[in-house]
């Protein structure tokens, strides 16, 4: 174990953070690993919507669709509409899906309702449902958000989101025999259900790094990195959620930003050091995780930088 994780892992193990694996690369360089048994693939949750972002930021170079468009391009509001005062999801831009601000107070197709659903069109089931608000002012997290960015996705191009990245992404950054969950009429869940081992996390990170360069080839525009990973809406939450959201990345403390996913899966990039940290975890406590890589980890990345 290297020293840039001792201390790292001595705090997580003090506080009982089930970590299970870290990485830590500067300069394209592994500085530091450590894992509490066998790297293994495991599921990412929300990580999962930063990897769907790669596919909508390809999709809009190759004019597949754009950030305007809607979802009622691609999928039917119920006629007559429940409620004619109600705001309808039809008018929801991919733009308003990516911010997370599509207009509902209470998220839709979380894991738990997803698996006692009786209506097995997702997408269906969510155009349904009418808006609470005006969308595109607020920002409430929504993995159905995602999910319709992916299923507007494959509307559109005829692909799903996993099939499309494969050779584009996946293959390229050497994560072969891709799993990613599905909905029951096939479309990629987008919002979570992909596997992946930390030390393939940490490769997604060094690519977001290298502003979507990995070997001399431009695999996603550098500009769509740069917008994803800018603050695009406010966030209400405290500590490293509190800290605004692109198109599916937070922003972190520390000039940082991260994909994330339940129970401490972290992809935190640090560009002003030139530096990645990739966690995986089975634990609740996430923004405790996070104080340890800003406490332990961070200082030791900013004295290699001015050393």
């Known amino acids: ?140 997290y929504s993995s159905a958000d995602t999910f319709m960015i992916s299923a507007m996705f494959q509307a559109a191009s005829g692909q799903t989101v996993k099939d499309y990245l494969i050779p584009r992404l996946f293959d390229p950054l050497e994560i072969y025999n891709v799993e990613w969950e599905t909905s029951p009429l096939g479309i990629t869940l987008g919002c979570a259900g992909l596997q992946l081992t930390n030390e393939e996390l940490g490769r997604f990170g060094q690519f977001l790094l290298q502003k979507g360069n990995w070997n001399g080839s431009q695999l996603v525009p550098a500009e769509w990195i740069d917008q994803a990973t800018t603050r695009q809406i406010t966030t209400p939450g405290e500590g490293d959620w509190g800290q605004g959201y692109g198109y599916q990345f937070w922003l972190c403390s520390h000039n940082a930003y991260r994909a994330d996913g339940a129970y401490g899966q972290l992809c935190v990039v640090l560009p002003e050091l030139d530096a990645v940290v990739a966690v995986s975890s089975d634990e609740l406590n996430m923004q405790a995780i996070l104080d340890l890589i800003w406490s332990e980890i961070f200082p030791h990345l900013e004295s290699k930088l001015l050393s």
């Open 1 to 140: 174990m290297s020293s840039i994780v001792n201390r790292f892992v001595h705090h997580i193990e003090a506080q009982q953070l089930n970590v299970l694996s870290v990485r830590v690369l500067q300069h394209g360089e592994t500085r530091g690993k450590w894992d509490r048994t066998e790297d293994k693939r495991r599921l990412q949750h929300s990580i999962s919507k930063s990897f769907t972002c790669m596919a909508v930021g390809l999709a809009l170079e190759e004019g597949i669709f754009t950030l305007e468009s809607k979802l009622g391009e691609y999928f039917t509001w119920p006629t007559p509409a429940p409620d004619l005062t109600a705001f309808s999801p039809s008018d929801l831009t991919l733009y308003d899906l990516l911010r997370m601000s599509s207009g509902h107070d209470v998220p839709v197709l979380w894991a738990e309702e997803r698996a006692t659903l009786a209506e097995k069109d997702w997408a269906k089931y969510y155009m349904s449902l009418p808006l609470d608000r005006v969308p595109g002012e607020a920002f409430t």
